[in-house]
């Protein structure tokens, strides 16, 4: 198999552009979606100072080093979930990486600011552990751009996540989730902080190629809490879907894109929306649409219930 660009030896082939790379075409191809994702979407502009939430993933460390090749400027932030061995396997791959590149990395410790690993909080609250780490996760991913005063924050996402994703929320009709499942989400007040996704136009198995070719040392395993994860199963079924029908994932959610934005001409703005209802947070000061913030409802519910020295 040879490139279709320059006819070198090809390393992947990507039916759904009925294309295949070589090594050079195709870091060159992965920067120009990201590039073309960053400039059609209005993300953001040279001079603004991005935030990326890493995870020691193929997603998250490769979006970093693409950011920084096309001239970005670009830190990492890190949450360490307290999670044993893959804790410390994850953040030791975010810190050698930060480390070889000179780029700045910010890290907020569980253990050490909400007095307990993310397993010991969900059992404390009684909650699914995915559905605590979400909270947590969103809570300190906004809380260190907006206070580290970032112009935006970027996450690894691509385009298989979005598709399955995309895929659960219309099984369930989670129509609240759905007008809020776009690649860039704007900062609809004081206190958030603008969200982009620039790998929403590639493939997982595209930028796991790009993080192998680039050398790139991510952790490979999937976080042990994942297991039974449905959004897995989303991803299982589309992949099957995908290789019967090639550009079937870019189909679904390309489209739903499309029609999003072919409706906000005709519907108020979700900033509109979300400016009617916002409001601080009483407890920690951070944008809600409740009396108290989800955050803050699960560490009191936290300190309430159980012996771990929870601090808020």
Known sequence: ???????ERAVLEIPRHHTAFCKTCLTDFVCAQAERAITEEKMFAKADHVLVAVSG???????????????????AFYVDLGIGEYSRQSRAKVEQFTKAR??????????????????????????PTCSVCGTLKRYHFNRTAVELGYHVLATGHNLDDEASRLLGNVLHWQTEYLDKQGPVLPASMEGFAKKVKPLFRLAEREIA??????????????????????????????????????GTKQAFYWGFLAKQEADAKTRPSMTDNDQAVLHPCPTCGQ????????????????????????RM
């Open 209 to 246: 190629a790009y993080a192998i070719v680039n050398r790139i040392d991510y952790i490979v395993e999937e976080c042990p809490n994942s297991k039974g994860a449905k959004m897995l199963l989303y991803k299982d079924i589309l992949n099957r879907l995908e290789s019967e029908s090639p």
């Open 57 to 75: 993933g193929k997603d998250s460390l490769s979006l970093l080093d693409i950011l920084h090749k096309l001239g970005y400027q670009a830190d």
């Open 102 to 127: 000179g780029v700045a990395l910010h890290i907020h410790e569980l253990k050490e600011d909400e007095g307990a690993g993310i397993n010991e909080l969900a059992d404390l609250v009684h909650r």
């Open 287 to 310: 944008p809600t649409t409740a009396e108290t913030c989800s955050y803050c409802k699960l560490m009191a519910r936290a300190k309430k219930d159980g012996p771990a020295p929870v």
């Open 1 to 7: 198999m040879r490139c279709r660009k320059c006819r």
